[in-house]
Nanobody, 122 residues
């Protein structure tokens, strides 16, 4: 069974940093674009950041630009989301996703993880 497994979430204070990780289980995602999405309570899932399979192309939401950085591990099987200067509005469940083809901000990804909770307190 193909899975994406997220880790690194937690409870932090505003202004803190967290690094989320996403690794595959059951297959490799070497030639897949990877993305991070999030869903806050009562809101729809929204795009956060994405990276091409080569790592050479990245996309960010307006809220993530300048604060978050997406990257891929050397073996390109793990993707990271470094989140700095967190604020209360960043509180959400964060999901990792993988897709074939070009990197995208849309939700048309083929594989999704179960999510990891990020809670930012004021």
């Amino acid at each position: 069974q193909v899975q994406l497994v997220e880790s690194g979430g937690g409870l932090v204070q505003a202004g803190s940093s967290l690094r989320l990780s996403c690794g595959p289980s059951g297959r490799t995602f070497t030639h897949y674009a990877m993305g991070w999405f999030r869903q806050a309570p009562g809101k729809e899932r929204e795009f956060v950041a994405a990276i091409s399979w080569t790592g050479g192309n990245t996309l960010y939401s307006d809220s993530a630009k300048g604060r978050f950085t997406i990257s891929r591990g050397t073996a390109t099987n793990t993707v990271y989301l470094q989140m700095n200067s967190l604020n209360v509005e960043d509180t959400a469940v964060y999901y990792c996703a993988a897709k074939t083809g070009f990197v995208s901000t849309g939700a048309n990804y083929d594989y999704w993880g179960q999510g990891t909770q990020v809670t930012v307190s004021s």
